[in-house]
């Protein structure tokens, strides 16, 4: 359906309802010294929705993680190191995405830090009710003015509950060597250590190992070069990989870099080799070209880029891309060519082509002129050409804004598919009719050619809203909504009722809301209640949350669930930190006296000195 209208702000919220309803979540975890990968609470989420940090720097997705929406799976590039703290947020859908019960963990930890240098921590798991592993570690650390490196050893031990088969010790070791401004060289081994047999504590299996030696010489501003070598050994298996760089700039219009890499993984060598060259011959052209080669067990595959780009006039940008790409024999041609031209400041016009041969191909224009500074005007249309289906895309918008006040934006949209033409025609207005008072409301006209059989394609959608402020500490929301959209462009036949209200009083602060909805194809309803307290009080913050949802289905049937949230977060002193939270979500099965429970606590404690 809709989102929530009231959702409240804690450290965590999980909670599950008969309809669909995309919520968010926190998980935090700890690192455990690898890459993963780290397993979310929930399954079956939006990869794009998901955001990481990690000792609370914000990571890049597909630079420093990727996510498995469907495993609900976390994987970083770079080791996370013991001790850090992760914290991932995202949202999932109530009907969509599965909850993990099988690795609710409380994580604890505990720091000592010696000195300004050196730590010892002490890190426990507690999953399934019993502790699953105890690690025992020590990290030491110098930074001088040419040499400084980086140390840490730890102990992982089996506790009662735990179902690793093994206890590990692992080593980390990172050196870096700067004697002067142009030269670096750096030294990176790791050993995952010894793995101990459980029963008899004497046999001994190689663990994994890693040493990487990297150094780099900047020899002028024009030359610059690079040698990186990395070893691998996993259970016996040795992965070797070898990396040459070259980068020179011998006219300040012309420069090009070089690569040759060299791998060796289980006897199955891999060669590649890569040129690229760019020059900027006068001001408004720039030229870049890049050959790749690579030569995979005999087999040779070669792709070569050429990309044009260039500026005749201010107002005027032109960019051309060739790519063509012969592996094992089988050519590929891409050519892709952009256009982008702002002939005033009040109208700017992009159009882009791409062909990748085979009959493919896909153009688009993308035109917004602005009026003045209350009337503005947008249109673009998308054609796409795949061998035998064709598909065109065309979209006209207005936005106006009489006053400060009221705003107002309309577009159609009209889509043609497999000779089949739907047309949207949207309305949508806000108005502040007074400081306390403010109503958004939108429509939606939908149509569609005969032989149409989408029933989403002839939903009409009727949404509005009601805010009403009277005072700085409460605020009252009422909603109306009939075939409204499920968050991903698709109207539901369904009828929402809702309203909610937000108070703050103090340290106090109250959400509260209640929906209804009812299907207009089905004798179905839904019933929807949830209630937020939260409690700032100094150093100390305590949040509540309860939903509680009962869908009636034609069989008289229903399906309860209710979720109850609570999150603590405390700091006992300048160097104590205590945070908790929690969840339980309970729901009912409909024709069945059973019920099921799901469980989601996090704990965190850390001290430093």
């Known amino acids: 359906m809709t989102k929530h209208i009231l959702v409240l702000i804690s450290l965590a919220l999980a909670c599950s309802t008969a309809h669909a309803e995309i919520l968010p979540v926190q998980d935090c975890l700890i690192g455990n010294g690898s890459t993963g990968p780290y397993q979310l609470s929930w399954?079956?989420?939006s990869p794009q929705l998901v955001a990481v940090k990690v000792n609370n720097q914000d990571m890049v997705a597909g630079l420093d993680y990727t996510v498995n929406g469907d495993t609900g799976a976390v994987t970083f590039f770079a080791p996370v190191a013991l001790q850090s703290s992760v914290l991932i947020s995202y949202d999932y859908d109530t009907v969509k995405s599965t909850r993990v019960t099988t690795n609710n963990a409380i994580p604890l930890q505990f720091n000592y830090a010696a000195s300004d240098r050196s730590s010892l921590f002490?890190?426990?798991?507690?999953?399934?009710?019993?502790?699953?592993?105890?690690?025992?570690?020590?990290?030491?650390?110098?930074?001088?003015?040419?040499?400084?490196?980086?140390?840490?050893?730890?102990?992982?031990?089996?506790?009662?509950?735990?179902?690793?088969?093994?206890?590990?010790?692992?080593?980390?070791?990172?050196?870096?060597?700067?004697?002067?401004?142009r030269t670096r060289v750096a030294v990176d081994w790791s050993d995952a250590g010894s793995h101990f047999d459980n029963s008899s504590n004497t046999s001994v299996m190689p663990g994994d190992n890693h040493l990487q030696i990297a150094a780099s010489e900047t020899f002028s501003k024009q030359l610059m070069a690079g040698i990186t070598s990395t070893q691998d050994d996993k259970n016996g298996v040795t992965h070797s990989t070898n990396v040459l760089t070259?980068?020179?700039?011998?006219?300040?219009?012309?420069?090009?870099?070089?690569?040759?890499?060299?791998?060796?993984?289980?006897?199955?060598?891999?060669s590649s080799s890569v040129v690229s060259l760019t020059a900027a011959p006068i001001p408004h052209l720039n030229l870049a070209a890049t050959q790749t080669n690579n030569e995979v067990s005999g087999v040779t595959q070669s792709s070569n880029v050429v990309t044009i780009t260039a500026a005749p006039t201010k107002q005027l940008n032109l960019s051309a891309t060739e790519t063509n790409t012969d592996n094992a024999g089988v050519k590929h041609s891409v050519s892709v060519i952009a256009l982008n031209a702002a002939p005033d400041s009040h109208l700017n016009v992009a159009a882009n082509l791409t062909n990748s041969g085979a009959g493919n191909q896909v153009t688009s224009v993308n035109a917004h002129a602005a009026v003045n500074n209350s009337l503005s005007m947008t249109a673009s249309t998308v054609e796409t050409d795949q061998?035998?289906?064709?598909?065109?895309?065309?979209?006209?918008?207005?936005?106006?804004?009489?006053?400060?006040?009221?705003?107002?934006?309309?577009?159609?949209t009209t889509v043609t598919d497999h000779a089949v033409t739907a047309q949207v025609a949207t309305v949508s207005t806000s108005y502040?009719?007074?400081?306390?008072?403010?109503?958004?409301?939108?429509?939606?006209?939908?149509?569609?050619?005969?032989?149409?059989?989408?029933?989403?394609?002839?939903?009409?959608?009727?949404?509005?809203?009601?805010?009403?402020?009277?005072?700085?500490?409460?605020?009252?929301?009422?909603?109306?909504?009939?075939n409204v959209d499920d968050g991903g462009?698709?109207?539901?036949?369904?009828?929402?009722?809702?309203?909610?209200?937000?108070?703050?009083?103090?340290?106090?602060?109250?959400?509260?809301?209640?929906?209804?909805?009812?299907?207009?194809?089905t004798p179905s309803t839904t019933t929807q209640l949830t209630v937020g307290l939260g409690v700032h009080m100094?150093?100390?913050?305590?949040?509540?949350?309860?939903?509680?949802?009962?869908?009636?289905f034609p069989s008289q049937t229903s399906q309860q669930t209710q979720t109850y949230t609570v999150s603590l977060n405390h700091s006992l002193t300048n160097r104590v930190l205590l945070w908790v939270n929690g969840s339980v979500t309970q729901a009912s099965i409909p024709n069945s006296t059973q019920s099921s429970q799901n469980f989601s606590t996090t704990a965190n404690l850390g001290i430093k000195f």
């Open 489 to 521: 462009g698709n109207p539901q036949p369904v009828v929402l009722h809702g309203v909610g209200v937000q108070s703050t009083l103090g340290s106090l602060s109250l959400q509260t809301g209640c929906n209804w909805t009812q299907s207009t194809t």
């Open 122 to 181: 002490v890190q426990g798991a507690l999953q399934n009710q019993a502790l699953a592993r105890l690690n025992l570690g020590m990290q030491t650390s110098e930074t001088g003015s040419s040499l400084s490196y980086t140390g840490q050893v730890l102990y992982s031990a089996l506790a009662a509950g735990g179902s690793d088969a093994a206890d590990r010790f692992a080593a980390v070791l990172h050196t870096q060597l700067t004697p002067d401004k």
């Open 43 to 45: 399954q079956h989420v």
């Open 432 to 482: 502040q009719a007074s400081p306390q008072i403010k109503v958004d409301a939108g429509y939606e006209d939908r149509n569609s050619s005969a032989g149409d059989t989408n029933q989403q394609h002839f939903l009409d959608t009727t949404r509005v809203q009601v805010t009403v402020t009277p005072g700085k500490n409460l605020s009252v929301m009422g909603k109306y909504g009939q």
């Open 246 to 270: 070259l980068t020179a700039a011998p006219l300040p219009h012309l420069s090009f870099t070089t690569t040759q890499t060299d791998t060796d993984n289980a006897g199955v060598k891999q």
């Open 387 to 412: 061998s035998s289906n064709h598909n065109l895309k065309q979209q006209i918008g207005l936005n106006m804004t009489p006053s400060k006040a009221l705003q107002v934006a309309g577009n159609v």
């Open 538 to 552: 100094g150093h100390t913050a305590v949040c509540a949350n309860y939903s509680g949802s009962v869908a009636t």
